[in-house]
């Protein structure tokens, strides 16, 4: 497909899925503060029937809700479901996933001198929504899912050898997304086939003049708090794209689980806020965890294959006509295989983005975004693929740096 439709297509869909995405999430979190900050109401005050009210101001006019318990004794003439948020959110998320995953090339999805396939990329890939979800739905209704806590731990672990595998085998960004999307999956299936169907039995139930069930509550409840709690790690997945220092670390799937977990912590440390149970150690201890995650990955980052040359000492400056062929070097081996006239990099017919890197005229043309992309960020070498090394990157920034000043020799 043409590459500028691409990129219409690509940016018309991740604006749909961050317009709906915050739809469903904001209403989670509305629903979830609701619920935690009923209070008993006057006309039955041991909450027997009602769970609670409350009086609520916004935008200049006064709101008055109530739940009840299992359900009112009529129901009313119209009753608004919440359920599209859920569904347009995961129909936009996967029309992205493949425009950006499995009609791109297997550039994004799979690490450099991977022998799965493009077609094996994209199957570990939807394998892994597929699966994610049976497994998890399993879970739930085998005997572990009658203890709450049981059934969390679980989810985790199955969660944590889902992240190990996906990061040993697609590339890191793909990975991350993958894991990212097989929750956002489990998510709205919970609203598809468990939430949902629940609520029409006890619509159902109640229009045949029977009393609904409350175990179907219940066990939309389950499946509710579970979404609650997988918000936060999932909006962390989708955004992790951006930061190939964190999906191409050496233990990237341990960054995952360990960020992922600070998530799903201070979203709890809010849902026990609601009810003022929230402990003040709480959230400066996520904080603490957060800084201790960054400390970590750095420590154990080392980024980069054998150096192609001998870096430069500190405050030495190397002449600009002897760093051109190390940097010609430099480019060769870690932006050519993508950036060239003609790419040897496989799915790529025809460089990214028009960006050519094959003579020193080429870097200078392009100087200023290679040295956004490569230098002073790390967007470039894509995913870090070719195993750039950070004293490369500053050498390239050197030499490009030298050449844009105009002090051509
Ligand atoms: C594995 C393939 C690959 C390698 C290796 C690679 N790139 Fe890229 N590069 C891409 C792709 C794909 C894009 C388009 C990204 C996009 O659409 O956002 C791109 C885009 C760019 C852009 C344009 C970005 C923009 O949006 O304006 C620059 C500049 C760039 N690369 C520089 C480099 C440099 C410098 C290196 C080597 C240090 C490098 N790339 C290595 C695949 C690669």
Not at 15 to 20: A, F, K, P, T
Not at 174 to 198: E, K, Q, R, S, W
Not at 377 to 403: A, C, D, F, S
Request: overall charge negative; hydrophobic content about 45%; charged content about 15%.
């Amino acid at each position: 497909m043409d590459l500028a439709l691409m990129d219409w297509l690509n940016l018309v869909l991740r604006w749909s899925h961050l317009i709906v995405g915050i739809a469903w999430i904001g209403s989670s979190f509305y629903f979830v503060w609701q619920d935690n900050s009923l209070e008993a109401t006057a006309d039955d005050p041991e909450r027997k029937r009602l769970q609670g009210e409350i009086w609520m101001v916004h935008g200049g006019g006064f709101y008055h809700a109530r739940k009840y318990k299992v359900a009112p004794p009529d129901l009313p003439p119209h009753l608004h479901w919440f359920k599209w948020e859920a569904y347009t959110t995961w129909m936009s998320g996967m029309s992205l996933l493949v425009v950006v995953y499995y009609l791109s090339g297997p550039a994004f999805l799979l690490p450099l001198g991977s022998e799965l396939g493009y077609l094996g990329g994209i199957a570990v890939g939807l394998g892994s929504l597929i699966g994610g979800w049976v497994v998890y739905d399993l879970l739930c209704r085998s005997p572990l899912g009658k203890d709450d806590r049981i059934l969390a731990l679980s989810v985790v672990v199955f969660i944590a050898v889902l992240t190990y595998v996906l990061t040993h085998v697609l590339s890191g960004r793909a990975a991350f997304l993958h894991v990212g999307a097989t929750l956002g999956t489990i998510m709205a299936a919970n609203v598809l086939h468990v939430i949902m169907p629940n609520q029409r039995k006890i619509v159902a139930a109640m229009q045949a003049g029977e009393t609904p069930d409350p175990i179907w509550g219940l066990k939309g409840k389950q499946r509710s708090v579970h979404n609650t709690f997988v918000t936060l790690p999932v909006l962390f997945l989708m955004v992790s794209n951006h930061y190939p220092g964190l999906t191409e670390h050496p233990y990237s799937w341990l960054v995952l689980l360990a960020v992922a977990a600070i998530g799903a912590a201070v979203r709890l440390a809010f849902v026990l806020r609601h009810t003022g149970r929230m402990k003040p150690w709480m959230l400066p201890a996520c904080l603490v965890a957060f800084l201790a995650v960054i400390g970590a990955t750095a420590a154990t980052r080392d980024l980069g294959g054998p150096p192609l040359s001998a870096p430069l000492a500190e405050g030495e400056e190397a002449a600009p006509d002897t760093l051109e062929p190390v940097v010609m070097a430099i480019v060769a081996a870690r932006c050519q295989t993508c950036h060239a006239r003609q790419p040897t990099y496989e799915g790529f017919d025809e460089p990214p983005k028009g960006v050519v890197l094959e003579t020193p005229a080429d870097l200078r043309h392009w100087a200023g975004p290679v040295l956004v992309q490569a230098v002073h960020g790390e967007t470039m070498p894509l995913g870090n693929l070719t195993e750039i090394r950070p004293e490369e990157r500053v050498l390239l920034g050197q030499w490009l740096e030298n050449k844009t000043e105009g002090n051509e020799q």
